[in-house]
């Protein structure tokens, strides 16, 4: 069966390989050299002046980035579930929290964020998702970053890169926190979360806030090559080999290009073949496809042409599916998910079979289309 949910991804043999050995225990020069190597390879990826690991699901860091710099209200934007989660997050810490909603398809706009913080003087901290996976928009967190800080130095820019460092290149100037999470870009298995930091965002949070998400007692330790809690060893050790891996196969900047080639290729063969690109943005991470045969779509793909590809939650669950396109993909995997999904439509009745998808799809990857 292939794996192709915008998280969890597939690890690669390597890297499974790379996390078989025995345990390694945390306190020992062998690890901290691990660690150090590690943190070399995440300074490269995030651009960021800080980064810190913890052993935790993505929520987990998103919790430790507004537990420890938001010390007022947090503006946090919804266009899906993770933004949501915000706000969730920002009451259960007992902080004030002002949203921007819209729907799942529809990413905020600058303009409605600036005019937001105006009007609320106590708002400290922002947070938005780069890659909003819920629908698979594209907010645009670099322009509100730069605009918000105009208004005021001070405030703090949390931005979700969960699906989406990894997938692109995040200009990091005038974000405080980048959040990202090993089950997805990352390409390992869940359990691992990172935060890169601005010095702003150290400063900010002092002494820290909360016992194991106090992100000052992590900088303090993890400068020093070794964590304040036991370390996700196994996971670290998975993720030193993703990056060595990504290096080797042309660095970061080559698998951007990639993802962003890979990404146009999936979209336009299913848009080839009839079907709906759902949010307005979309992002690099997934295709997200709404269509009223998606549940029958999504069941297709897996019983009859083992392809497991994500569905949608709440209002959207039967309404989408989601196919993702980050981590190293080779072109034969992924080329077979859009004819899977063209031979589904067949099987539906809703199109005659032509190999379109494929053919498209292979045009634009190999650079056939001109
Ligand atoms: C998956 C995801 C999360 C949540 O991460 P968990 O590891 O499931 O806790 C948060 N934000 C985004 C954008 C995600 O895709």
New binding site residues.
Partial sequence: MLLFT??PTPVPQNVRNAMSDETMHHRTPEFEAIFEQTRKHLFNLFKTDEVVMLAS????A?EAAVLNLCHNTLLNVNSGK?GE?FGKIASACGLGHVEIKNEWDTPVSVEAVVETVKNNPNIDAIAV?I???AGGLRHPVEEIAKALKEINPNIMIIA?G??AVGVEKIDVTHIDCLIA?S??ALMLP?GL?ILGLSNSAVEKMGSGRGYYLNLASEVKKQKQNTTAYTAATTLIIGLLEVLQTIEADGGIDKLYEKTALRAKAVRTSLQAIGLHSYPTTPALSMTTIDDENASEIRKLLKEDFDVNVAGGQDHLKGKIFRINQMGLIPPYKMAWVVNAVELSLAKLGRRKYDGTASKVFNEIIFGLDN
Avoid: A
């Fill in positions: 915008p998280g699901s993505g929520t987990g998103m993770f989660r998702q890659s909003e996976s979700d969960i699906t999470g089950q997805k869940p979360s």
